[in-house]
């Protein structure tokens, strides 16, 4: 089994409170990117890495941090600078070429 | 940057009838035009896609339309099944994905 990998799928955080996501792929995808999705709403960018080392903020970076330090990895962090933190958070990875993404199976974080 | 409109929110069919969905973008750069469908609770997944070069494409029960001059994609479900409750996000790609606020369909036995 292999793709996009979340973890973990569903976590609790207190207000205050950092907490990062994991995203890895074995899919050798140069690109990997990071969503937010809000009940009943589409998929807003937050951040994403096109090679190694870089990455660009998209849309609704403010309150969010990434690395890409290797390229099967690409970690969000959700900081307590993020206002309304509750979310559906989905990661994706592409070849870059063709634009097509693969999704991992997302991460529900619920802010107590 | 890009800004991809989705029309309409939601849209209820009878099985067996039709469903289109219609999407604008603002960024003619834009080249790859791809269609996901997600289930509740589930990650979007890859109906459907159209390149820039090409005009139409079909596969099976569903097909997608582009019009690179007037900077619009359509989807189009025929004999439309209950399996195909779900919501439908269209989305546009010139270096990153855009997506539309998507369609919820619904589709009434």
């Known amino acids: 089994d292999g793709g996009i990998t979340q973890s973990p799928k569903y976590l609790f955080r207190k207000e205050g409170q950092n907490v990062t996501l994991s995203c890895e792929q074995n899919l050798n995808h140069d690109a990997m990117y990071w969503y937010r999705q809000d009940p009943g709403q589409g998929l807003r960018l937050i951040y994403y890495?096109?090679?190694?080392?870089?990455?660009q903020k998209g849309d609704i970076a403010e309150g969010y941090s990434v690395s890409r330090e290797k390229k099967e990895s690409f970690p969000l962090t959700v900081t307590s600078a993020q206002k309304n933190p509750t979310a559906f958070y989905l990661c994706?990875?592409?070849?870059?070429?063709?634009?097509?993404?693969?999704f991992g199976e997302g991460s529900r974080l619920t802010v107590l | 940057g890009e800004n991809v409109e989705q029309h309409p929110s939601t849209l209820s069919v009878q099985e067996g009838d039709s469903a289109v969905i219609k999407c604008t973008y603002s960024d003619s750069a834009s080249n790859y035009f791809p269609w996901y469908k997600q289930e509740l609770g589930k990650r979007p997944q890859l109906i459907i896609d159209i390149r820039s070069n090409v005009g139409e494409k079909k596969d099976q029960r569903i097909a997608v339309t582009l019009n690179k001059t007037a900077k619009h994609f359509s989807l189009h479900i025929t004999e439309t099944q209950p399996e195909d409750s779900a919501v439908y996000f269209c989305?546009?790609?010139?270096?990153?994905?855009?997506f539309g606020a998507g369609t919820t369909v619904t589709v009434r036995a």
């Open positions: 890495s096109q090679i190694v080392n870089d990455f």
């Open positions: 994706a990875g592409s070849s870059g070429r063709t634009g097509e993404l693969f």
């Open positions: 989305a546009a790609y010139d270096y990153k994905l855009s």
